[in-house]
């Protein structure tokens, strides 16, 4: 059984930053099978892509984060990160991460990013 848990969410004025992370555990092997990603799920809106880093290390990015996010991954430590900068009011969500193999996907349950002044 694969666990998800974010970390690293809060408060934050517009311009600010915060670094974002998934631990993942079970299998000792699985995050190097994985391809991870980032969505987010604003209050009213449907869940939306941010970023993914497959297991090969290619990244790829929404519009609306690139040049401001960071997607990131160590197997070693088997954590998924996500850099943010330029915090925006509108980048206010849950953030979400998310792990897919071949046979399964599995969601964490979220943590809460805020932009606000």
């Known amino acids: 059984q694969v666990q998800l848990v974010e970390s690293g969410g809060g408060l934050v004025q517009p311009g600010g930053s915060l670094r974002l992370s998934c631990a993942v555990s079970?299998?000792?092997?699985?995050?190097?099978?994985?391809?991870m990603a980032w969505y987010r799920q604003a209050p009213g809106k449907e869940r939306e892509f941010i970023a993914r880093?497959?297991?090969?290390?290619?990244?790829n990015y929404a519009d609306f984060v690139k040049g401001r996010f960071t997607i990131s991954r160590d197997n070693t430590k088997n954590t998924l990160y996500l850099q943010m900068t330029s915090l925006k009011p509108e980048d206010t969500a849950v953030y979400y991460c998310?792990?897919?193999?071949?046979?399964?996907?599995?969601w964490g349950q979220g943590t809460q990013v805020t932009v606000s002044s």
């Open positions: 998310n792990a897919r193999t071949g046979i399964s996907t599995d």
């Open positions: 079970g299998s000792i092997s699985f995050i190097s099978s994985a391809d």
């Open positions: 880093i497959t297991r090969s290390f290619t990244t």
